[in-house]
C-alpha cells in the first residue's frame, strides 16, 4: 500500500498570496496524483487530476506539478472563496490513497 | 450532466448491518468503475470499495474485507455497499464515487449502541 504524507496540516494565508501544499508518496507513482478541495457540507471536488491536469471550469489560479514521489500543489493568488480543505489523492495503486488534508485559513 | 445519490445509512448498534445505495444518473453508469469512499469525523478520507465496469472484480482494504459487500445493477444504474459487523471505526460520511473524478453527496453512518 502506497502511504500519502501531505504538508502542512494547517495553513493560514494573506488574501493574494501563494499557497503550497505538497505530498509525498512511500512509492513511485508516475505523475498519478489528484487534488482536491472541499467546502464545509460539501463532497470532494476534484480540481486537478494525473498528470498534473486541470479539470474544465477550475481556475488557471490552481496548478500542480511533481512526479514520482514529491508533489506540490500550488493556488497563486489566494482568493477568499479558496478557503476549504485540501486533500491529494494517489490513483496508481490499489488501494487509492488519500493524504491527510490541509486546512487553509484566511490570515 | 453527472449525478450520483447516496441513500441508506442511519444509526445502527455495533455488530449490525446497513445497506447503502447509490442512484447514478447522467452518464452511462455500466462503462464505469465504480467506488465507495468514507470521510470519518476526523475528516480522514478511505477508500473502502471498489467495483468495475461490470461487476466482475472488486477491492476491498483490510479495514472492511470480509464485512462489507459492494454490488452494482447496470439495468437499474444503481450502486449498492452492504455493511455487516459493523463497529463504532466504521462511523463516518459514505460517498459514492465515479472512479474518482464524481462524488455524490454522501450519506451518514453511525455506529453506536
Known amino acids: 500500500e502506497t502511504t500519502v504524507t501531505q504538508s502542512p496540516a494547517s495553513l493560514s494565508m494573506a488574501i493574494g498570496e501563494k499557497v503550497t501544499i505538497r505530498c509525498i508518496t512511500s512509492t513511485d507513482i508516475d505523475d498519478d496524483m489528484n487534488w482536491y478541495q472541499q467546502k464545509p457540507g460539501e463532497p470532494p471536488k476534484l480540481l486537478i487530476s494525473?498528470?498534473?491536469t486541470l479539470r474544465p471550469g477550475v481556475p488557471s489560479r490552481f496548478s500542480s506539478s511533481g512526479y514520482g514521489t514529491d508533489f506540490v500543489f500550488t493556488i497563486e493568488n489566494m482568493l477568499s472563496e479558496d478557503v476549504a480543505d485540501y486533500y491529494c489523492?494517489?490513483?496508481?495503486?490499489?488501494?487509492?490513497?488519500f493524504g491527510g488534508g490541509t486546512k487553509l485559513e484566511i490570515k | 450532466e453527472v449525478q450520483l445519490v447516496e441513500s441508506g445509512g442511519g444509526l445502527v448498534q455495533p455488530g449490525g448491518s446497513l445497506k447503502l445505495s447509490c442512484a447514478a444518473s447522467g452518464f452511462t453508469f455500466s462503462s464505469y468503475g465504480m467506488s465507495w469512499v468514507r470521510q470519518t469525523p476526523d475528516k480522514r478520507l478511505e477508500l473502502v470499495a471498489t467495483?468495475?465496469?461490470?461487476?466482475?472484480?472488486?477491492y476491498y482494504p483490510d479495514s472492511v474485507k470480509g464485512r462489507f459487500t459492494i454490488s452494482r445493477d447496470n439495468a437499474k444504474n444503481t450502486l449498492y455497499l452492504q455493511m455487516s459487523s459493523l463497529k463504532s471505526e466504521d462511523t463516518a460520511m459514505y460517498y459514492c464515487?465515479?472512479?474518482?473524478?464524481?462524488w455524490g453527496q454522501g450519506t451518514l453512518v453511525t455506529v453506536s449502541a
Open positions: 467495483i468495475n465496469s461490470n461487476g466482475g472484480s472488486t
Open positions: 494525473e498528470g498534473n
Open positions: 464515487a465515479r472512479d474518482h473524478s464524481y
Open positions: 489523492l494517489q490513483s496508481d495503486n490499489l488501494p487509492l490513497t
